[in-house]
Nanobody, 114 residues
Framework: QVQLVESGGGSVQPGGSLRLSCSAS????????MGWYRQAPGKERELVAT???????NYADSGKGRFTIARDNTKNTVYLQMNALKPEDTAVYYC????????WGKGTLVTVSS
């Protein structure tokens, strides 16, 4: 059973930064793809960023130039560095990992407000 645990969410003012962490219960290199998704109130869950086993990254247009996904294989952790945050970034952020099937964490709330 794969477990993903997110952390690092919180409240921040517009223009601020946060770094989210996703700790996996197994070697992150065992997953085909890991990524971050988010779900704002009243909206569907959407892709934020992904990183493949080979290290290829992919970003939604909303986060390009502001968000960076990275991986620390020694810590079995994937990060999402978020800079220049906007109120519209407010959402619950979920970690996802694909290995045969899709696994999800329980999410961490990010609130961007003045």
């Amino acid at each position: 059973q794969v477990q993903l645990v997110e952390s690092g969410g919180g409240s921040v003012q517009p223009g601020g930064s946060l770094r989210l962490s996703c700790s996996a219960s197994r070697n992150v290199l065992s997953f085909n793809i890991m990524g971050w998704y988010r779900q704002a109130p009243g909206k569907e869950r959407e892709l934020v960023a992904t990183i493949s086993r080979g290290g290829t990254t992919n970003y939604a247009d909303s986060g390009k130039g502001r968000f960076t996904i990275a991986r620390d294989n020694t810590k079995n952790t994937v990060y999402l560095q978020m800079n220049a945050l906007k109120p519209e970034d407010t959402a619950v952020y979920y970690c996802n990992a694909i290995y045969g099937t899709s696994y999800w964490g329980k999410g961490t709330l990010v609130t961007v407000s003045s």
